[in-house]
């Protein structure tokens, strides 16, 4: 007796699916019968009904996709779902699982591995006639799943390509020495070849893959048995790759390479800096820097987008009331004003932001900063260099004699540096800078400590501005929840009404089932009028001083993530992890 239709080990085809999609109300009659004439041309048949442009009909004017259709597949034939997330899988621990030829063939890609099972994709639902034989060899009971056919093709190709480059790269590159003798090599018989194909390969996978995921940061940390890649992508940390240690030092040296930084030094820090482009053609900047580890030397890249160049104030998330105070600050002739927060809260961004608005053409912007964060021909930037003594200070001091009109130092770190910007302002400058402290009024006393005088901070000061990043809820699935208005008060301390309902974060396959997307600011902008002014002292009350601003109209960092909450555009969790508590 021969075997049902959906138990024969064949290919999916078209036919079957269209009165599936009829029956669904995903097509009409016209339509499918339209489809069945229309040639293959070899593709899934899914990717020929998703190249199709189908009409959505839970979404008016929009078309299916094919995650889309390979989610209905799978609630059709009754298996399970998968969206395939790169992130999600330790591709050095899937690819030994199965050849290329293998996975190839039978259109599959292991994504999961535990101690009784193998997790693997597939957009075949009706073919079997790999399972026993794989399940046999690996020792292990299959699990199966459906994918986007694209996406199991894509990553085949990618995690295999890899796969054979760390291995090349493994054979042909020198055993590494002892780890405790890593930070004293210099070149030597032992140095990995950075400019070997598999290298190269590598490399350039590592900064595609980086950017199609939006990665703002590339961790590249040697280890004893293994190195490990990571990607920060939405200010947190995610594990990407394993390469064995001598592939991470080959790895390592090919970028420092690329960045014109010194291969043969180990033994201390170095910073570069590398432009390319995206896969979609948008050039981004690297920045570049090393750190000698026990185990070898570890490189972190910061991806700089040039778009954030052209964001205006209310996409970084500046409210009209706070860009209000913000511009006025910045209009003003001479003084100084400061922007802080701790390292990765968004400062460059902003700072950019209004020096790309300040630099007309009728004045003299000129920037020293450590190092040259973005590029940009409108500004004149100069960068500090340490070993020939071009600090911040005396980049400031030579900038005086430039002829400015406004001047960025990228960051207040010492006293002398203090002290040529505050002279800047007194001769009639417009300062702009940060610092790293906790709130806007810290700012007063974190100058106090450095050692300026607190009546140059009077004289000069126009105001400083505080900023945190929060993660922004994903649009495609947060959803309304009603808000307890005891937590709102107590975590916001303010009697602002609390809305009548907030949104959650959910999660789906578009955040990684995080529930957020991207990043947006919180601000506190404290301007320093007379009364703000008359509480500077040197032993100054920064309670008071809080309070006074307060009155003065500032929004406390965590009132300003309550307004973002308010609008739907993150969560009160959210905001509570990332500002201080307020006082």
């Given at each position: 007796?021969?075997?049902?239709?959906?138990?024969?080990?064949?290919?999916?085809?078209?036919d079957?699916?269209?009165?599936?999609?009829?029956?669904?109300?995903?097509?009409?009659?016209?339509?499918?019968?339209?489809?069945?004439?229309?040639?293959?041309?070899?593709?899934?048949?899914?990717?020929?009904?998703a190249?199709?442009?189908?009409?959505?009909?839970?979404?008016?004017?929009m078309?299916?996709?094919?995650?889309?259709?390979?989610q209905?597949?799978?609630?059709?034939?009754?298996?399970?779902?998968?969206?395939?997330?790169?992130?999600?899988i330790?591709?050095?621990?899937?690819?030994?699982?199965?050849s290329?030829a293998?996975?190839?063939?039978?259109?599959?890609?292991?994504?999961?591995?535990?101690?009784?099972?193998?997790?693997?994709?597939?957009?075949?639902?009706?073919?079997?006639e790999w399972e026993?034989?794989?399940?046999?060899?690996?020792?292990?009971?299959?699990?199966?799943?459906?994918?986007?056919?694209?996406?199991?093709?894509?990553?085949?190709?990618?995690?295999?390509?890899?796969?054979?480059s760390?291995?090349?790269?493994?054979?042909?590159?020198?055993?590494?020495?002892p780890?405790?003798?890593?930070?004293?090599?210099?070149?030597?018989?032992?140095?990995?070849?950075?400019?070997?194909?598999?290298?190269?390969?590598?490399?350039?996978?590592?900064?595609?893959?980086?950017?199609?995921q939006?990665?703002?940061?590339?961790?590249?940390?040697?280890?004893?048995d293994?190195?490990?890649?990571?990607?920060?992508?939405?200010?947190?940390?995610?594990?990407?790759?394993?390469?064995?240690?001598?592939?991470?030092?080959?790895?390592?040296?090919?970028?420092?390479?690329?960045?014109?930084?010194?291969?043969?030094?180990?033994?201390?820090?170095?910073?570069?800096?590398?432009?390319?482009?995206?896969?979609?053609?948008?050039e981004?900047?690297?920045?570049?820097?090393?750190?000698?580890?026990?185990?070898?030397?570890?490189?972190?890249?910061r991806?700089?987008?040039?778009?954030?160049?052209?964001?205006?104030?209310?996409?970084?998330?500046?409210?009209?009331?706070?860009?209000?105070?913000?511009?006025?600050?910045?209009?003003?002739?001479?003084?100084?004003?400061?922007?802080?927060?701790?390292?990765?809260?968004?400062?460059?961004?902003?700072?950019?932001?209004?020096?790309?608005?300040?630099?007309?053409?009728?004045?003299?912007?000129?920037?020293?900063?450590d190092?040259i964060?973005?590029?940009?021909?409108?500004?004149?930037?100069?960068?500090?260099?340490?070993?020939?003594?071009?600090t911040?200070?005396?980049?400031?001091?030579?900038?005086?004699?430039?002829?400015?009109?406004i001047?960025?130092?990228?960051?207040?770190?010492?006293?002398?540096?203090?002290?040529?910007?505050?002279?800047?302002?007194?001769?009639?400058?417009?300062?702009?800078?940060?610092?790293?402290?906790?709130?806007?009024?810290?700012?007063i006393?974190?100058?106090?400590?450095?050692?300026?005088?607190?009546?140059?901070?009077?004289?000069?000061?126009?105001?400083?501005?505080?900023?945190?990043l929060?993660?922004?809820?994903?649009?495609?699935?947060?959803?309304?929840?009603?808000?307890?208005?005891?937590?709102?008060?107590?975590?916001t301390?303010?009697?602002?009404?609390?809305?009548?309902?907030?949104?959650?974060?959910?999660?789906?396959?578009?955040?990684?089932?995080s529930?957020?997307?991207?990043?947006i600011?919180?601000?506190?902008?404290?301007?320093?009028?007379?009364?703000?002014?008359?509480?500077?002292?040197?032993?100054t009350?920064?309670?008071?001083?809080?309070?006074e601003?307060?009155?003065?109209?500032?929004?406390?960092?965590?009132?300003?993530?309550?307004?973002?909450?308010?609008?739907?555009?993150?969560?009160?969790?959210?905001?509570?992890?990332v500002?201080p508590?307020?006082?």
């Amino acid at each position: 007796m021969p075997a049902a239709p959906e138990l024969q080990d064949r290919r999916l085809c078209l036919d079957e699916l269209l009165p599936a999609l009829t029956a669904h109300g995903m097509l009409d009659n016209a339509l499918a019968e339209r489809l069945r004439r229309t040639p293959g041309n070899g593709l899934h048949p899914l990717e020929l009904l998703a190249n199709q442009s189908l009409p959505d009909p839970a979404r008016p004017g929009m078309a299916l996709s094919l995650e889309q259709l390979t989610q209905w597949l799978a609630s059709h034939v009754g298996q399970p779902y998968l969206r395939i997330d790169p992130l999600k899988i330790d591709v050095a621990s899937m690819v030994p699982l199965m050849s290329h030829a293998f996975a190839q063939r039978h259109h599959i890609l292991a994504v999961a591995l535990d101690r009784d099972s193998v997790t693997v994709a597939s957009a075949e639902p009706y073919l079997r006639e790999w399972e026993a034989g794989l399940a046999h060899v690996l020792k292990r009971s299959i699990k199966r799943v459906l994918a986007n056919p694209q996406t199991i093709r894509s990553c085949t190709q990618e995690f295999f390509r890899l796969a054979r480059s760390v291995s090349g790269a493994d054979q042909t590159t020198p055993t590494a020495v002892p780890a405790e003798q890593l930070l004293h090599l210099g070149a030597g018989d032992q140095e990995p070849d950075a400019n070997d194909a598999h290298i190269v390969n590598i490399v350039d996978w590592l900064l595609q893959f980086a950017f199609g995921q939006r990665a703002s940061d590339i961790h590249i940390e040697p280890g004893g048995d293994q190195g490990r890649v990571r990607f920060r992508i939405d200010g947190l940390l995610h594990d990407v790759y394993q390469f064995p240690p001598q592939v991470t030092t080959a790895v390592v040296s090919r970028l420092k390479s690329l960045g014109r930084m010194n291969v043969a030094e180990k033994r201390e820090p170095q910073d570069g800096r590398v432009k390319t482009k995206t896969p979609t053609g948008i050039e981004v900047e690297l920045r570049l820097a090393t750190l000698p580890t026990a185990f070898g030397e570890k490189l972190v890249m910061r991806i700089f987008d040039p778009q954030v160049l052209l964001q205006d104030f209310p996409q970084l998330g500046l409210s009209a009331d706070d860009l209000q105070r913000w511009q006025h600050m910045t209009g003003q002739a001479n003084g100084i004003i400061l922007v802080t927060g701790p390292t990765g809260s968004g400062k460059t961004s902003t700072l950019y932001t209004t020096l790309r608005q300040l630099a007309t053409r009728t004045v003299n912007l000129c920037t020293v900063e450590d190092p040259i964060e973005m590029v940009e021909p409108a500004f004149n930037q100069m960068q500090v260099q340490h070993n020939i003594d071009l600090t911040f200070a005396s980049g400031i001091r030579a900038l005086m004699r430039q002829d400015p009109d406004i001047i960025m130092i990228g960051e207040i770190r010492d006293l002398e540096t203090a002290e040529m910007a505050i002279q800047a302002a007194l001769t009639g400058h417009l300062v702009l800078s940060t610092l790293h402290t906790n709130d806007a009024p810290s700012a007063i006393s974190r100058l106090l400590e450095l050692g300026i005088p607190h009546y140059l901070i009077k004289a000069t000061l126009i105001g400083v501005m505080a900023q945190r990043l929060v993660r922004r809820l994903c649009p495609h699935c947060k959803s309304p929840v009603a808000l307890n208005q005891d937590d709102w008060r107590s975590a916001t301390q303010s009697c602002t009404p609390p809305p009548a309902s907030v949104y959650r974060a959910n999660g789906c396959a578009e955040c990684r089932e995080s529930g957020y997307r991207g990043r947006i600011g919180v601000y506190e902008i404290m301007l320093m009028n007379d009364a703000a002014k008359a509480l500077v002292s040197a032993d100054t009350d920064l309670q008071a001083l809080r309070r006074e601003a307060l009155k003065g109209g500032m929004h406390s960092l965590r009132l300003s993530g309550a307004h973002k909450v308010a609008a739907g555009l993150t969560t009160l969790e959210e905001v509570l992890r990332v500002t201080p508590a307020n006082e």
